[in-house]
């Protein structure tokens, strides 16, 4: 079925409506967009529903294919907006509509509008309440943003994403799906609000082909706490949760404002490539705050408390032993984390079970991960009556992803604060140190993933890595000293441990615990690292080894 409402609306001239939008003849306008949302944690999951941005020039068949499959395939119930088309070709009439009609959906509906009052109407917006998909045909997003912004219609096209469905455009009409849009006033380059659909972006079509790097800088500059995606031609982007997958003859580029320590950064994808949506968030968020590490960092020591940080690999009986007798003894509460290593319960529960063996009696595992869950007041009572808790092993940003910036990391440093014990091993080792290596959600190869660089603190001032001789992690390791000199790096062979107690590391286990002091040079021929066995001791503030 095809509704077509009347294509005809009252249209202010072009330049008339840049100026208006960009704040320079309405105040009240310029306020509503300029307006800067309130700053909240961002939701690792991403967000709900997909989105198809193509870049413009030819839409890949592919793309076009996936827009179908998201929104239901011939189940689909389809709204295309044509409003960001001029009004010459509103007048004919040109739009998508045959196009998507050609696909025989369950209904392809073309809704256009005179005002926005009428944008505001329950029969206008009848068809959005029912769709599956949403397309903007190609055109003018300053358009787009004048007739919908703060209307009905705005906000049925993000409860389409709500409940899982899909909203596509492409060409400069996908501006309007960021936060910001990256347009021209004339000659002056502005950033008016968008539709935030794609939270936390600047998005621009024609990357390459009309020569645009340089506008995302631009806006970037103006929103560095926001990051850029610039779309080649006969390319799209297909965005699934935090998932962004890249299609098409050309190529995505993720651009990243310059701060006041780094550098502005480019980061190219290519058809058949996939990268993090929530890493890129993270990243632009993380150049607006303080320097990290600080140049001076706290001295690595625990003032009260103790930690036991494993390298992966096994766990030695006498570490085990140690982690229960800085518990209190089996009758204590024990809390173990399988954050990092998604899995069923019964997997999840199997984490704990050397604790139970060790004769542990009240071993408790706490495998939410949500914000609500990892905030309850249920999961937090039960981390303030542990006297211990274990991070399990895995990949270590899934923690970061659970517990930052929630409730739960101030109850695990509480831990510590009243005389209990925090342990971990492979990724629970890593996420005990101040600086979190290896914390990219795309693989454990980087070392220093800009949104994924703040351990929990546990241990402070220092860089942990795992699994250290025998994955030969040497030069990874020193490759963050080089960069950071004030950490401390602490590299922990396999089935091997530091007990941390105050400013003392004691080491533990089958191998060695190896220590990298970069801020001062090495004597020539010098060992780059201190490397000690069971049984040695490292003095963490003082960088060297204990008598």
Same mark, same amino acid.
Request: charged share 25%.
């Given at each position: 079925?095809?509704?077509?409402?009347?294509?005809?609306?009252?249209?202010?001239?072009?330049?008339?409506?840049?100026?208006?939008?960009?704040?320079?003849?309405?105040?009240?306008?310029?306020?509503?967009?300029?307006?800067?949302?309130?700053?909240?944690?961002?939701?690792?999951?991403?967000?709900?529903?997909?989105?198809?941005?193509?870049?413009?020039?030819?839409?890949?068949?592919?793309?076009?294919?996936?827009?179908?499959?998201?929104?239901?395939?011939?189940?689909?119930?389809?709204?295309?907006?044509?409003?960001?088309?001029?009004?010459?070709?509103?007048?004919?009439?040109?739009?998508?509509?045959?196009?998507?009609?050609?696909?025989?959906?369950?209904?392809?509906?073309?809704?256009?509008?005179?005002?926005?009052?009428?944008?505001?109407?329950?029969?206008?917006?009848?068809?959005?309440?029912?769709?599956?998909?949403?397309?903007?045909?190609?055109?003018?997003?300053?358009?787009?943003?004048?007739?919908?912004?703060?209307?009905?219609?705005?906000?049925?096209?993000?409860?389409?994403?709500?409940? +899982?469905?899909?909203?596509?455009?492409?060409?400069?009409?996908?501006?309007?799906?960021?936060?910001?849009?990256?347009?021209?006033?004339?000659?002056?380059?502005?950033?008016?609000?968008?539709?935030?659909?794609?939270?936390?972006?600047?998005?621009?079509?024609?990357?390459?082909?009309?020569?645009?790097?340089?506008?995302?800088?631009?806006?970037?500059?103006?929103?560095?706490?926001?990051?850029?995606?610039?779309?080649?031609?006969?390319?799209?982007?297909?965005?699934?949760?935090?998932?962004?997958?890249?299609?098409?003859? +050309?190529?995505?580029?993720?651009?990243?404002?310059?701060?006041?320590?780094?550098?502005?950064?480019?980061?190219?994808?290519?058809?058949?490539?996939?990268?993090?949506?929530?890493?890129?968030?993270?990243?632009?968020?993380?150049?607006?705050?303080?320097?990290?590490?600080?140049?001076?960092?706290?001295?690595?020591?625990?003032?009260?408390?103790?930690?036991?940080?494993?390298?992966?690999?096994?766990?030695?009986?006498?570490?085990?032993?140690?982690?229960?007798?800085?518990?209190?003894?089996?009758?204590?509460?024990?809390?173990?984390?399988?954050?990092?290593?998604?899995?069923?319960?019964?997997?999840?529960?199997?984490?704990?079970?050397?604790?139970?063996?060790?004769?542990?009696?009240?071993?408790?595992?706490?495998?939410?991960?949500?914000?609500?869950?990892?905030?309850?007041?249920?999961?937090?009572?039960?981390?303030?009556?542990?006297?211990?808790?274990?991070?399990?092993?895995?990949?270590?940003?899934?923690?970061?992803?659970?517990?930052?910036?929630?409730?739960?990391?101030?109850?695990?440093?509480?831990?510590?604060?009243?005389?209990?014990?925090?342990?971990?091993?492979?990724?629970?080792?890593?996420?005990?140190?101040?600086?979190?290596?290896?914390?990219?959600?795309?693989?454990?190869?980087?070392?220093?993933?800009?949104?994924?660089?703040?351990?929990?603190?546990?241990?402070?001032?220092?860089?942990?890595?795992?699994?250290?001789?025998?994955?030969?992690?040497?030069?990874?390791?020193?490759?963050?000293?080089?960069?950071?000199?004030?950490?401390? +790096?602490?590299?922990?062979?396999?089935?091997?441990?530091?007990?941390?107690?105050?400013?003392?590391?004691?080491?533990?286990?089958?191998?060695?615990?190896?220590?990298?002091?970069?801020?001062?040079?090495?004597?020539?021929?010098?060992?780059?690292?201190?490397?000690?066995?069971?049984?040695?001791?490292?003095?963490?503030?003082?960088?060297?080894?204990?008598?």
């Amino acid at each position: 079925m095809t509704i077509l409402s009347s294509v005809r609306r009252n249209q202010l001239p072009r330049s008339i409506l840049l100026h208006l939008l960009c704040g320079l003849l309405s105040p009240a306008i310029s306020i509503a967009l300029d307006e800067k949302p309130p700053v909240v944690r961002i939701d690792p999951a991403g967000f709900r529903g997909s989105l198809v941005i193509g870049g413009g020039g030819n839409f890949p068949a592919e793309a076009r294919e996936r827009f179908i499959k998201l929104a239901g395939g011939k189940d689909a119930k389809l709204v295309i907006i044509p409003t960001a088309r001029d009004d010459a070709a509103l007048e004919k009439r040109e739009s998508s509509l045959k196009l998507w009609e050609a696909a025989k959906l369950a209904s392809v509906v073309l809704l256009q509008v005179r005002s926005r009052d009428e944008a505001n109407r329950d029969a206008v917006i009848a068809p959005l309440k029912e769709a599956s998909g949403v397309w903007f045909d190609e055109g003018d997003p300053l358009s787009l943003a004048a007739a919908y912004r703060g209307t009905t219609v705005e906000r049925e096209v993000a409860a389409v994403l709500h409940r +899982g469905g899909v909203v596509g455009s492409m060409s400069d009409a996908v501006n309007i799906l960021g936060l910001r849009m990256a347009v021209h006033c004339g000659a002056k380059a502005e950033t008016p609000m968008g539709w935030d659909l794609l939270a936390g972006t600047v998005i621009e079509p024609h990357f390459i082909e009309r020569k645009r790097r340089s506008r995302l800088p631009d806006a970037l500059e103006r929103h560095p706490e926001l990051f850029g995606l610039g779309i080649d031609e006969e390319t799209a982007v297909i965005i699934r949760g935090r998932t962004m997958d890249v299609l098409g003859a +050309g190529n995505l580029t993720i651009t990243l404002a310059k701060s006041a320590t780094r550098p502005a950064r480019e980061i190219v994808f290519k058809e058949g490539e996939q990268t993090d949506l929530t890493r890129w968030r993270l990243a632009a968020r993380a150049r607006t705050a303080p320097p990290f590490p600080a140049p001076q960092p706290a001295e690595p020591k625990v003032a009260s408390g103790s930690l036991v940080i494993v390298g992966g690999g096994g766990l030695p009986a006498e570490v085990v032993t140690r982690f229960v007798e800085l518990a209190g003894g089996p009758e204590s509460t024990i809390v173990v984390l399988p954050t990092a290593n998604p899995s069923t319960p019964q997997v999840a529960e199997r984490e704990g079970r050397f604790l139970e063996k060790a004769g542990c009696k009240h071993v408790v595992t706490l495998p939410q991960t949500t914000l609500s869950d990892v905030s309850s007041p249920e999961f937090l009572a039960t981390l303030k009556s542990a006297k211990g808790i274990w991070f399990g092993g895995g990949r270590q940003w899934r923690f970061v992803d659970a517990y930052a910036d929630t409730p739960a990391i101030e109850a695990f440093h509480d831990v510590l604060q009243r005389g209990g014990v925090i342990g971990g091993s492979s990724a629970g080792a890593t996420i005990q140190g101040e600086y979190l290596v290896r914390g990219s959600p795309q693989g454990n190869a980087e070392m220093m993933a800009e949104g994924y660089e703040r351990g929990f603190g546990f241990l402070p001032g220092v860089a942990i890595d795992q699994h250290f001789t025998q994955r030969k992690r040497q030069a990874d390791l020193l490759s963050v000293m080089t960069a950071h000199p004030q950490l401390l +790096g602490i590299g922990l062979d396999e089935t091997t441990a530091i007990i941390v107690t105050g400013s003392t590391a004691e080491v533990m286990g089958k191998h060695r615990a190896h220590f990298y002091n970069t801020r001062m040079p090495t004597a020539e021929g010098a060992p780059e690292c201190v490397s000690l066995e069971s049984g040695s001791r490292y003095d963490l503030v003082e960088r060297k080894a204990k008598p």
